[in-house]
């Protein structure tokens, strides 16, 4: 059964990093189009970042040029790596895929930017 597992989140002050990881089990990971969402507080689920299987990256525009997604297909692993984190990018992380006809989520990892 395919499963999503996020890691990496923590609490960062603003302009610091973090690097988010998603472990993929129970799919051929390589072969699927991977996503990073977010849901902030009060908010809705909001698509961050994209991968392709064959590693073309799209990004929302409020993390252009600060959030950079990439895959390591023989670890089955996707990564979002955060860079000068603000405020608002305060939020539940979730690696999101599609098999099949079904949608995976894994649980979320927490992000907080505060000082």
């Known amino acids: 059964q395919a499963q999503l597992v996020e890691s990496g989140g923590g609490l960062v002050q603003p302009w610091g990093s973090l690097r988010l990881s998603c472990a993929a089990s129970g799919f051929t990971f390589s072969i699927y189009a991977m996503n990073w969402y977010r849901q902030a507080p009060g908010k809705q689920h909001e698509l961050v970042a994209r991968?392709?299987?064959?590693?073309?990256?799209n990004y929302t525009d409020s993390v252009k040029g600060r959030f950079t997604i990439s895959r390591h297909n023989a670890n089955n692993t996707m990564f979002l790596q955060m860079n000068s984190l603000k405020y608002e990018d305060t939020a539940v992380y979730y690696c999101?895929?599609?098999?099949?006809?079904?949608?995976?989520w894994g649980q979320g990892t927490l992000v907080t930017v505060s000082s």
């Open positions: 991968i392709t299987s064959g590693g073309s990256t």
């Open positions: 999101n895929t599609r098999v099949g006809y079904r949608e995976v």
